[in-house]
C-alpha cells in the first residue's frame, strides 16, 4: 500500500488545516487508516484512525477539535483539525494496517505557533 500524504502547514493558533492521505488501493480492503504525529523529542502517537467499516477512533487531546473522514470513491482520507493549538505542532503521518502490516506516508510538518 502507498500512501500519498498532503496539507501540512503553518497556521496560527486557533487556526485550520485539513490533511489528506491518498491510497493506492480500495480503503475497504485496508483494515484501518488514520494520522499518527510525532513532536520533537517525543514518540509518534496515534491521533485518529477510521476502520473498514467506518469507526473512528480519536486521542483525547484532539476530540472535538478534530475529525477524520473518508472519500470512499477518492481511497482518501481526511483530517480536518480545528482550533488547533501550539502542541499540535509535529510531523504527521498518515498510517494504514492492511493485512496485519502497517503502512506510513511520508510526514508533513504541521505547525501552530503561540
Known amino acids: 500500500v502507498q500512501l500519498q500524504a498532503s496539507g501540512g502547514g503553518l497556521v496560527q493558533a486557533g487556526g485550520s488545516l485539513r490533511l489528506s492521505c491518498a491510497a493506492s488501493?480500495?480503503?475497504?480492503?485496508?483494515?484501518?487508516m488514520g494520522w499518527y504525529r510525532q513532536a520533537p523529542g517525543k514518540q509518534r502517537e496515534l491521533v485518529a484512525d477510521?476502520?473498514?467499516?467506518?469507526?473512528?477512533n480519536y486521542a483525547n487531546s484532539v476530540k472535538g477539535r478534530f475529525t477524520l473522514s473518508r472519500d470512499n470513491a477518492k481511497n482518501t482520507v481526511y483530517l480536518q483539525m480545528n482550533s488547533l493549538k501550539p502542541e499540535d505542532t509535529a510531523v504527521y503521518y498518515c498510517?494504514?494496517?492492511?493485512?496485519?502490516?502497517?503502512?506510513w506516508g511520508q510526514g508533513t510538518q504541521v505547525t501552530s505557533p503561540a
Open positions: 488501493r480500495s480503503i475497504f480492503s485496508i483494515s484501518t
Open positions: 498510517n494504514a494496517n492492511y493485512i496485519g502490516i502497517d503502512y
Open positions: 477510521i476502520t473498514r467499516g467506518g469507526s473512528t
